[in-house]
């Protein structure tokens, strides 16, 4: 039992539930209205990112498996409950599942975008983290291709679309410049620049929402996600130690959900921007029960 809930601790399955509103919110964006003959085709793109977020987060572990036992001794790894070779075959097993289950629905484009996202994830888990610029645009990287690879439910969406995936580029990059210092303590003026970013982001959904005329029910998500990210991140300014980036950090990642919902909302996909944000229970839920950041 304590073997299996390591392996689950390795997961982060509070953030593997964010990765599934990434998909929603693409299937939203991609036109999808409620019709049950694509639900088959929804699912296993969930099922895909389940093992891309997965395994890309075991693989994390696994590479820091070192430097895990000088700083977070406690994680599954360096606490001896879970070898690294059994990480790495872990992480491998769900990467292979997260490759499948697109290829599944199509070879090109979902199974091309998986593949690419699984090897972004390699890179920023084993090289890409260790640098202040490229870390957090290799991040984003994976989340903007989570996007699209919900988007690639609809092919051509992806043609018309796209470019939208440049959005959760700017969040996740935000979010990860201010993981940076959640260790030894990071600096005020990081916090400020990820408070520009993630303004970036609720401007460019707002202005969708616009050209759209779905602006009122998408305020409501954009409000829900302000008061989620922006007063951990001002504590975290104001004193930027470990522990309140910590706090900052975890913020950004859970409000994933709803800057999802936002876009689902923004694309007058009401109903389905509700079920995106019920997943937020859910993964407040996990993330009390397992480790977030």
Not at 48 to 75: C, K, M, Q
Not at 82 to 90: D, F, H, V
Not at 245 to 270: C, D, E, R, Y
Request: with cysteine; aromatic share 10%.
């Amino acid at each position: 039992m304590k073997k299996l809930i390591g392996f689950l601790r390795l997961t982060r399955p509070a953030n593997i539930v964010t990765a599934i509103s990434d998909i929603l919110a693409g299937v939203a964006i991609a036109g999808y209205t409620g019709g049950t003959d694509q639900l088959s085709s929804i699912i296993l793109l969930v099922i895909s990112t389940i093992g891309l977020y997965g395994g890309g987060v075991v693989f994390n572990d696994v590479f820091d498996a070192d430097l895990d036992r000088a700083e977070r001794p406690e994680r599954p790894i360096p606490s001896g409950l879970i070898s690294e070779k059994e990480g790495a075959l872990l992480g491998i097993f769900l990467l292979i599942i997260g490759v499948v289950s697109a290829v599944a629905l199509s070879a090109y484009p979902s199974g091309s975008i998986a593949f690419v996202i699984a090897v972004a994830a390699l890179v920023y888990d084993k090289w890409g983290k260790h640098y202040r610029f490229l870390g957090p645009l290799n991040m984003g990287l994976c989340r903007g291709l989570n996007l699209l690879l919900g988007l690639s439910l609809v092919p051509e969406a992806l043609i018309h679309y796209g470019f939208l995936a440049v959005v959760p580029v700017i969040y996740i990059a935000a979010i990860t410049m201010i993981s940076q210092g959640e260790v030894h303590g990071g600096k005020s003026n990081t916090m400020l620049l990820a408070a520009f970013f993630y303004l970036v982001v609720i401007v460019s959904i707002s202005y969708t929402s616009f050209t759209g005329g779905s602006q009122l029910n998408t305020f409501f998500f954009l409000a829900i996600l302000v008061m989620l990210i922006y007063p951990p991140l001002l504590e975290a300014y104001r004193n930027p130690i470990g522990k309140n980036i910590g706090k900052a950090v975890k913020a950004g990642v859970l409000a994933l959900i709803v800057m999802n919902a936002s876009w689902a909302a923004a694309f007058g996909s009401l109903y389905l921007a509700l079920a995106i944000v019920l997943l937020l229970p859910v993964s407040l839920l996990l993330s009390k029960l397992f480790a977030v950041t």
